[in-house]
Nanobody, 125 residues
Framework: EVQLVESGGGVVQAGGSLRLSCAAS????????VGWIRQAPGKEREGVSC????????DYADSVKGRFTISFDDAKNTIYLQMNNLKPEDTAVYYC??????????????????YGQGTTVTVSS
């Protein structure tokens, strides 16, 4: 059974940094795409970042390029999202996601196989 458990959310001032973690289990990383999506209050879900397990390539939403970095720690089976230079518009619930068909998490945020329960990020101005 695939399980994704996020942690690391919190409140931070604009310009600050946070690192989200997603403890993953029940699947082989190399066979999946993994990533992060977010949902701000009153808005649609947005794909934020994707890491493709088969080749290690990444993709990011334009809104976070240059500020966010996704990575995977083999030893800990954990997916990270390093978020720097945070802005108030980054405020959202962030969900970890995984897909066994290798879908791009940024583009197909509604069609992925597995989602975590979410962690809340609040950026104050």
């Amino acid at each position: 059974e695939v399980q994704l458990v996020e942690s690391g959310g919190g409140v931070v001032q604009a310009g600050g940094s946070l690192r989200l973690s997603c403890a993953a289990s029940g699947f082989t990383f190399e066979d999946y795409s993994v990533g992060w999506i977010r949902q701000a209050p009153g808005k649609e879900r947005e794909g934020v970042s994707c890491l493709f397990g088969h080749d290690g390539s990444t993709d990011y939403a334009d809104s976070v390029k240059g500020r966010f970095t996704i990575s995977f720690d083999d030893a800990k089976n954990t997916i990270y999202l390093q978020m720097n230079n945070l802005k108030p518009e980054d405020t959202a619930v962030y969900y970890c996601a995984a897909d066994g068909h290798g879908l791009n998490v940024v583009l197909y945020e509604r069609y992925l196989e597995h989602y975590g329960q979410g962690t809340t990020v609040t950026v104050s101005s």
